[in-house]
């Protein structure tokens, strides 16, 4: 008889691994085709790979054939034939009960409790269709929640799928790689978007300072980040702790406060901002060629700590970083105790992305602020001395008009 193969079909059936191909052939030609080709009228829908054996080494084939009043019918019978297949991988299971499921619900039919009640043709029973992700899972012996992560990733990253389907890959695996890149993805155009807005607000809106205590400053909205370098001097410790309870205010959800250290009371420093906030990590502020004499323990230090925390019970969510910053030299043109632009620069790169909202609760000159107009930031701070503000406001609004 003459036998058509059709291509979608034939699609339907996993390939054998070709070791398996390789012994099929091999028994088919010691002791011929014992199993005969099923077919719907002229269509093949059992036996392609023994066809195309058989007709290459001209073996003689017999045929029998199945009833099914439609072509969904035959798909339904050819995947369930499938079902009992050595080596047949989990996601090939799941994918032939899944796009039977497909077919099952289109036909409206009810699935019954066997395969052979499922696929009889004698059945004219129209209820309908059940095919819940339970009865899918059943059928592939696979847990449903194995069945939910199968659907995202054949829904979501097909070429992912085909990779479980051959095995080199679990189910579990595809869809957590699914997830990561559908997060990623998420991310990337999150981030687009905020730079977009960003850039659409005029450079005289992108940072605003004011003169106050910082117990006292409320920041035009909550930021993703807080950057500054308070004083180091002991009498200075207390803003340590006022940082940390202001912080938890000023940082959004998923925010962290970068706050630049002296070594000399960094231990009392730590346990100041522990009170309030959690600690996240310790970075470091290189400054080589540039050390600073700590005579008191005889040191010369070419290293600041930059204390990484964040709010209290929160987890951080932004970017990855690196935890060594690096300034190329001094600048203390502006403030005596100013940081250089360069490691300024260097923090923002590593930390910040466009469109952020930066918070400086010590502006000082305002390097954090021209660092952070350049890094496409909106720019907010504080700073007591109204000389101070006057500076940094023009160092900033020149940045945001070069």
Known sequence: MNITIKPELKALIPPLAEEERKQLETNIKADGCREPLVVWNDILIDGHNRYEICTRNDIAFETTHKDFETEVDARIWMRENQMGRRNLTKAWSVDLQLENKKDLLAKGNKTQGTRTDLLSQNDKKSEPAHNTQAEVAKA?????????????????????????????VSISAAYKETKKKERALEIAEA????????????????????????????????????????????????????LAIKANEWLKDGGIAIIMSGQAYLDQVYSMMSKHMDYYWTGCYYTPG?????RHVNVNTTWKPLLIYQKRSDKYTGRIFGDVCKSDGNDKDHHKWGQS???????????????????????????????????????YGCEMLEENV???TSRIGDECHD
């Open 290 to 294: 540039q050390p600073t004499p700590l």
């Open 390 to 392: 006057q500076i940094s």
């Open 140 to 168: 592939a012996g696979v847990s449903t929640g194995t069945v939910g992560m199968a659907e995202q990733v054949k829904k979501k990253a097909p070429a992912l799928w085909e990779k479980a389907k051959q095995g080199e």
């Open 341 to 379: 632009i360069s490691g300024m620069d260097d923090i923002l790169n590593k930390f910040a992305l466009p469109g952020q909202t930066i918070l400086d609760p010590f502006v000082g000159a305002g390097t954090t602020g021209v660092s952070a107009i350049k890094r496409g930031c909106i720019f």
């Open 191 to 242: 981030r687009a978007e905020m730079a977009e807005k960003a850039e659409t607000i005029k450079p005289s809106d992108r940072f605003k300072i004011e003169c106050c205590d910082l117990a006292d400053y409320t920041p035009p909205e909550q930021v993703d980040l807080i950057i500054t370098d308070p004083p180091y001097p002991r009498e200075f410790l207390p803003c340590f702790e006022t």
